[in-house]
């Protein structure tokens, strides 16, 4: 599958989803609908939209020798991805997220684990890997350093990154100038921009790497340097949970097909408004045969 190689770099989580009306306030107890763990984590998450998408996708990352990692490897492996490059961790539990979702809304704490043993020298020693991937798309689940470190390389050897800014952090202009595409939704991009101590000019050079995902009000792009808003795709929303992940997913499985930014964005669109028709991250995440029967209804609506 040449061209289609996509090396994702980041966490793997297993996702706590309770689904409830109300949510709580400090020091009060709410009954909830429904208790549910899903295979999650942004890397993870990203790697499934792609490989269901059809790239050739290997993932990078850490579980802990518990029994949500192997139920996380295995799940993986299921999805079709190379799964060889994850560590065991021993005496570390896996990365965990509590997630409640409320009215199709989420809020999340990520107890990283085991994700903090993706360490800079683990990713060096991955270098073979970076080398032969078209694409690496990394998130913010794992040591800043590492990412820093798996950039460094990627641009060593000429592979494209993807660094999707989430949860946001302050990051430093060095990271910023390496990589060629960064995916924020609007709250991560206004915070990244503010933390950022640069020059106008700078800042312009680093806005212009942004595809910014703006939930119902679609994604902002950059085309050869213009500003470009694609509207948003109108589904029926069950949980945006992963829905960046998904877009950002796609993204990458679309530039390795050769697609421009434009048409790339366009297509992860799509697959975003559909992974948000389930309840779960990577429930939702469609095919590319899912992908075109949605656009073959949607056509002709
Ligand atoms: O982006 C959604 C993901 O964020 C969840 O799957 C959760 O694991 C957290 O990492």
Redesign the pocket.
């Known amino acids: 599958m040449a061209g289609r190689k996509i090396t994702v770099i980041g966490?793997i989580?297993m996702?706590l989803v309770t689904s409830t009306t109300q949510i709580p306030k400090v020091g009060e107890t709410v009954l909830g609908n429904s208790f549910h763990t899903i295979p999650?984590?942004?890397g993870a998450?990203q790697a499934v939209a792609a490989a269901r998408l059809g790239a050739d996708v290997t993932m990078i990352g850490a579980v802990g020798n518990d029994s949500f990692g192997e139920t996380l490897v295995e799940h993986l492996t299921n999805q079709g991805i190379n799964t060889e490059n994850i560590m065991i961790v021993k005496d570390t539990s896996t990365?965990i997220?509590s997630?409640i979702v409320s009215e199709a809304d989420n809020s999340?704490i990520?107890v990283p684990g085991a994700n903090n043993h993706v360490s800079p020298e683990v990713i060096e020693k991955q270098e073979d890997k970076i080398i032969h991937s078209d694409i690496i798309l990394l998130q913010l689940?794992i040591p800043l350093e590492s990412v820093i470190k798996a950039v460094e390389l990627a641009k060593k050897h000429g592979v494209r990154t993807i660094l999707n800014p989430?949860p946001i952090q302050k990051l430093p202009k060095e990271l910023l100038e390496m990589v060629d595409y960064l995916t924020p939704n609007e709250h991560e991009q206004t915070l990244l921009f503010d933390s950022i101590d640069g020059s106008q000019q700078e800042l312009e050079k680093f806005k212009k790497k942004c595809i910014v995902t703006k939930g119902s009000k679609g994604v902002m792009i950059y085309k050869n340097g213009e500003k470009m808003e694609i509207p948003s795709i109108q589904v029926e929303a069950v949980d945006t949970?992963?829905a960046?992940?998904s877009f950002n997913g796609a993204v990458a499985t679309a530039l390795c097909d050769g697609l421009d930014i434009e048409e790339a964005c366009r297509f992860a669109n799509v697959v975003g408004a559909i992974s948000v028709t389930k309840l779960g991250?990577q429930t939702g995440m469609p095919t590319k045969k899912e992908v075109e029967e949605f656009l073959q209804v949607h056509k002709s609506s």
């Open positions: 966490s989580n996702d999650g984590g942004k998450n990365g997220a997630i999340i990520v689940e989430a949970t992963g960046g992940d991250a």
